[in-house]
């Protein structure tokens, strides 16, 4: 960092302590570092607050020290949040409870990792001081809590005994019974007094997550090499919504805390829960709910449920045990079919015989498709998608009016260590909860791809300023191959310009670009050793078989992704052309790639297209490991253009095939003709902010975007999106040409 940037930081800092002068520097390294540009914006613009607020450096000081640290913990939204909270708390009587809090804030950041359980943290603290706070007349707090500067000393240690919610209930107690008695509350609040420790001692009856994270990782890493994140998450706050763990791309979630349930330790609760999980995430895969009525979407993730257990416990037996102790067993002809809905005891009758041989009950229903279940399961032959049919027919054997009733039994029904299998289920039906097509989508066996497992990514919400978990899935698989000689056709076609562009790569080219002899495969044949070959086989000798040989360079270390826009706009054709935009790109990728080729850089070449976020098309057209041939010009000659273009996920999942990559330098080339949008997207702005948060992830991956735009109009978005790295092609029909010179440059 020269002078001129660490002062143009040091003036958006508007504080003018001696002391943070002395270590500014090493504050703004480790948060650009840490944070994104926007988020460094609002580390400062903090510090700027709190510096107002006018309690002296301390406070100051300790902002600019720790929030990057916490912001990369919880997420950069703390920071704004934390700033926010010592404003609130400098407005009260309690700003002598600033230093404190900040001074415990990183601790409790580590018990508290997610911005949910930090927003709980903060609506505690608030809540403690409006409570205990004095007044003289009774209308406005004129005093400071007496308590409040105890309590936040001890925060951390408070949250390592219990969780978030048990925290709520000892501190509503202090409020309770000492408000009247500032010296006393003051005791209860510094662990002091004996009903104090004991309340505490009350509350601290679970297993806390905080403590069990690293043998709870270890169980995942080991038993199901699972590496992924858990995060925790607090029951206490909203008493009318209670839920069940869950997992996304995003890490596995689950309670920040388990009380012993039926002589089950909470330890053991979490590694069913986790087991559980696992087991989802190898076993089952997601399917289409828009067919499938509520009671047949439970019936269904109730046999599927048992299903992957049934799986877990023929590789680990042992499990059977916990599971049945954790898995209630309803009583037969305990629900009252004329006054209650009994679907949800029918269910988890079914699910408790599936799994306990010894179940004893005698409906000749239950006991049919526990012997189906089992058949099917015995054969080898079943899937999700199996099970939910096998649901749906139980369904329609066991349906009765009073499974209507709003009167629902769920009394011994709940299987709490189970997850609430939100990603078992995709929704394509026009007029789904979250959003109204505009179109509706059509979708059908041959829509299906034949390749790879969906993949799921957030999408960042400029309205909320926070990502959309698993909101996209994206289809991926090599596209579909046509006839390579069109391709050959066109470079034949463009002589005149790969003859010029020899000359320009003769300058690129590294010095020490050189050949690798005796290879089995390669990109040309080495004749001196394929003809030592074909002597030794007219011999009568084994013949070498390396008689390939390949290149490549130590100087310059590159790999490019080439990601093309195939909305359905690129069948246009051209302004003053008689081809479509599609055949221009067609032509200025085969140029590109014959240039990348020549050089010896590894490339990749990838198409989308999209259809709402339920179906981001993602099409390998050439692989990092794929030489420029017959069959990578077969699938570029094959290209269609089609739908709309929903950019920000496409690019993320272009930037993950980048990511493997081993190179110096990483490109994403963009080629696009218009802006970001989708046929369940409205507002105009939200894909346009998302791609925008999608080039920013890449530049903190190391990875340089740039676009190539082929839209008159694009400098009115494009820059937002791309900052400068961009281009804007007028005449596209002089696209072959200037993409592979606009490769050269950028790579020189």
Known sequence: MNEEELQTYREQLRCKFP?????????????????????????????????????????????????????????????????????IMSRSPNGNSINPFLNSLNEVTRCLPTEEQMEEYFDLVNHLAEETAGSIHGHHSTFPSPSLP?????????????SVSGLLNWVNYGIKYYNNHPERQKEYFSLETADSKAMLMKERSG????????????????????????????????PYEKPRPYYTADGIRIPDSYEPLNDISGMNRYRAVLAHIAAHREWTEGIIADNFSPFQRHTAEILEDSRIEYLLMQRYPGLRKLFLALHPAPVEGSCEHEQESCIRHRTAMLSRAILDPDHGYQSEVINDFVQRFHEMLESGDHSTQKVA??????????????????????????????????????????????????????????D????????????????????????????????VAGDASVIDALLEKHAGLVKRMKQILDLLKPQNYVRIRYQEEGSELDLDVAIRSLIDFKSGSTPDPRINMDHRNDGR????????????????????????????????????????????????????????????????????????????????????????????GAIRHAAHYLEGQKADKKLLLILTDGEPSDVDVEDEQLLIHDTRKAVQEMDEKGIYPYCISLDPNADEYVRDIFDNQFVVIDNVERLPEKLPALFASLTK
């Open 207 to 238: 297993t806390l997550f905080v403590d069990s994270e690293r043998e709870l990782d270890l169980y995942m890493r080991a038993m199901w090499d699972n590496p992924e994140q858990l995060v925790p998450y607090s029951r206490g706050y909203n």
């Open 150 to 162: 105890e309590f936040l000393q001890r925060a951390p240690y408070l949250l390592h005994q219990v």
């Open 448 to 479: 299906e791809v034949d390749g790879l497992p969906p993949r799921h990514y957030k999408e960042w919400d400029y309205n909320s300023k926070s990502y959309r978990p698993d909101w996209v899935t994206l289809y991926e698989a090599k596209h």
């Open 19 to 87: 002391l943070i002068d002395e270590h500014f520097e090493d504050f703004i390294k480790d948060a650009l570092r840490r944070l994104s540009e926007e988020a460094v914006e609002a580390y400062l613009a903090g510090a700027s607050t709190v510096c107002m607020i006018g309690r002296g450096v301390e406070p100051v000081m300790v902002f600019l020290e720790e929030m990057p640290e916490m912001a990369e913990r919880v997420g950069e939204s703390i920071i704004q949040k934390s700033a926010d909270q010592v404003w």
């Open 389 to 446: 049919s096998l649901g749906s027919l139980f369904v329609a054997k066991t349906r009765r009016q009073t499974d209507q009733l709003p009167n629902i039994r769920f009394e011994n029904t709940e299987i709490s260590y189970r997850d609430d299998n939100r990603l078992m289920w995709q929704y394509i039906e026009d007029g789904d909860e979250e959003e109204l097509f505009e179109e509706k989508r059509k979708f059908s066996e041959e």
């Open 557 to 648: 270390d590159i790999a490019v992704m080439l990601l093309i826009d195939l909305s359905e706009s690129l069948n246009q054709k051209a302004a003053g052309s008689e081809q479509t935009i599609l055949e221009l790109c067609q032509e200025a990728t085969s140029l590109l790639s014959w240039t990348i080729e020549q050089l010896g850089d590894k490339f990749a070449i990838a198409g989308f297209h999209s259809n709402s976020r339920h179906d981001v098309r993602y099409h390998h057209i050439k692989g990092f490991s794929e030489h420029w041939d017959d069959d990578v010009k077969a699938r570029l000659a094959k290209i269609e253009a089609g739908f709309s273009t929903r950019m920000g």
